[in-house]
């Protein structure tokens, strides 16, 4: 059983950073991946990053690539994900999740088992 909590919304000005935070908790984390979906009123909930906890194996969605960042944090088992020049398209509620590997594709919400309950961004123009 994982437990997600997610941390660090909030609402900034288009060009600025933020950084968020995803608390896991599991007996092991060493053969999954973490990672952050996002979803609007208007958007299915989409693929944005996600980070393999055996390796330092990284991945991104097309629309963050070169301005997010996706990290995590061995001893104390967090996962974050720092923002860079945000643009009023990133808004959204912001999701952590978490996955065996071999179990799907990273890329694909249905194959995410574990889920938080969310954190909203609000960027403005």
């Known amino acids: 059983q994982v437990q997600l909590v997610e941390s660090g919304g909030g609402v900034v000005q288009a060009g600025n950073s933020l950084r968020l935070s995803c608390t896991v908790s599991?007996?092991?984390?060493?053969?999954?991946?973490t990672g952050w979906f996002r979803q609007t009123a208007e958007k299915e909930r989409e693929f944005v990053a996600a980070?393999?906890?055996?390796?330092?194996?990284?991945y991104y969605g097309n629309s963050v690539k070169g301005r997010f960042t996706a990290s995590r944090d061995l001893a104390t088992g967090t996962m974050f994900l720092q923002m860079d020049n945000l643009k009023p398209d990133d808004s959204g509620v912001y999701f952590c999740a978490a996955k065996a590997a071999g179990s799907g594709s990273i890329y694909s919400r249905t194959s995410w088992p574990s889920w938080g309950q969310g954190t909203q961004v609000t960027v403005s123009s």
């Open positions: 599991a007996r092991t984390l060493r053969n999954h991946f």
């Open positions: 980070i393999f906890w055996g390796g330092l194996s990284t």
